[in-house]
């Protein structure tokens, strides 16, 4: 079974459109996360939620909207996508402070 | 606040050399250390953790040890193998209570034949 699940893995669309990103996870973690990394696989974590509330807004611009409909989801909407949105989205999640988190296997989103 | 340091590479190995690359962090408290390997086109996994100091985390040949006095968790192998080509991330959770993970910018190890 996998532990943190996201879809789509890949994801090609056109400047301007909006797009979803799913991420569940059957860990019973009460912390999930969104990192992006860029095409320089530097990670830069954008949000944190607990219990379905969120924790954590690193400055992520307001055309990112994450959702979390129950602990085990956190879905990540986004609008007017722009060139420099292309990056790999991974979704995490983590039973607590001090603890690791764990991966799922990304999404690849390329903006044309 | 927090952060962490490690090497730039690429770090260019033949097979069966000995591997250190070196992270150091910056934290307000008592931090949890990670270091997470990332293989072409997958997911992070997490290789190892140290979760107090002096603590030596351990996973497939590779180490870690937790040094509180020069805050640093350098990662080292005695013999890497082609398969160990991946990129390593250093990491810390917060102890500030925001519960998130920091990491550092990876480093890309390539082991040649």
């Known amino acids: 079974d996998t532990a943190v699940s996201q879809t789509p893995k890949y994801l090609v669309t056109q400047m301007g459109n909006d797009k979803s990103i799913k991420c569940e996870q059957n860990?019973?973690?009460?912390?999930m996360y969104w990192y992006k990394q860029d095409s320089k696989k530097f990670l830069k974590i954008m949000f944190s939620?607990?219990?379905?509330?969120?924790?954590i807004n690193e400055t992520v611009p307001n055309r990112f909207s994450p959702k979390s409909p129950d602990k085990a989801h956190l879905n990540l909407h986004i609008n007017s996508l722009e060139l420099g949105d292309s990056a790999v989205y991974f979704c995490?999640?983590?039973?607590?402070?001090?603890?690791?988190?764990?991966f799922g296997q990304g999404t690849r989103l390329t903006v044309v | 606040g927090n952060s962490v340091t490690q090497m730039e590479g690429p770090v260019t190995l033949s097979e069966e050399a000995f591997l250190t690359i070196n992270c150091t962090y910056t934290?307000?408290?008592?931090?949890?250390l990670f270091w997470y390997v990332q293989y072409p086109g997958e997911g992070l996994q997490l290789l190892l953790k140290?979760?107090?100091?002096?603590d030596k985390g351990s996973n497939k040949g590779f180490e870690a040890t937790y040094r509180k006095e020069t805050t640093s968790f350098h990662l080292e192998k005695g013999s890497v193998q082609v398969s160990d080509s991946a990129v390593y991330f250093c990491?810390?959770?917060?102890?500030?209570?925001?519960?998130?993970?920091?990491f550092g910018i990876g480093t890309k190890l390539q082991v040649i034949p």
């Open positions: 995490a999640s983590s039973p607590g402070v001090f603890t690791e988190a764990f």
């Open positions: 860990l019973g973690h009460d912390t």
């Open positions: 939620y607990n219990n379905k509330e969120l924790i």
């Open positions: 934290a307000t408290g008592y931090p949890s």
């Open positions: 140290a979760t107090k100091a002096d």
């Open positions: 990491a810390l959770s917060d102890p500030g209570g925001y519960q998130k993970v920091t």
